[in-house]
């Protein structure tokens, strides 16, 4: 199976810039295409990002574009999400996502993805 650990979550003045990280292990040649999702308080899981296996952009949330920069190096077996112009709203909890089935359902779909990391906390202050 694989494992998925998230890291460089943690507290920053909004305009300030973060770079997430995600590790995996296991079965990594097993991982296809993955993604960043998110969650705020009382708000529910949205998508946020994704990136296929080759590095290519599978787009990204309206709220974060121009913002935010997904990339992947499979050599470190690890994707980013280099966050910049942070804001408030930014502030959630980040999960990353990989799919190894290729479920045929949209890359924005939290149901495309089979393995999820522990999720890492952000938090924009004003």
């Known amino acids: 199976q694989v494992q998925l650990v998230e890291s460089g979550g943690g507290l920053v003045q909004a305009g300030g810039s973060l770079r997430l990280s995600c590790a995996a292990s296991g079965r990594t040649f097993s991982i296809y295409n993955m993604a960043w999702f998110r969650q705020a308080p009382g708000k529910e899981r949205e998508f946020v990002a994704a990136i296929t296996r080759s590095g290519g952009s599978l787009g990204y949330a309206g709220s974060v574009k121009g913002r935010f920069t997904i990339s992947r190096d499979n050599a470190k077996n690890t994707v980013y999400l280099q966050m910049n112009s942070l804001k408030p709203e930014d502030t959630a909890v980040y999960y990353c996502?990989?799919?190894?089935?290729?479920?045929?359902?949209?890359?924005?779909?939290?149901?495309?993805?089979?393995?999820w990391g522990q999720g890492t906390q952000v938090t924009v202050s004003s």
């Open positions: 996502a990989g799919d190894t089935t290729l479920t045929f359902v949209d890359t924005t779909a939290s149901r495309k993805y089979d393995y």
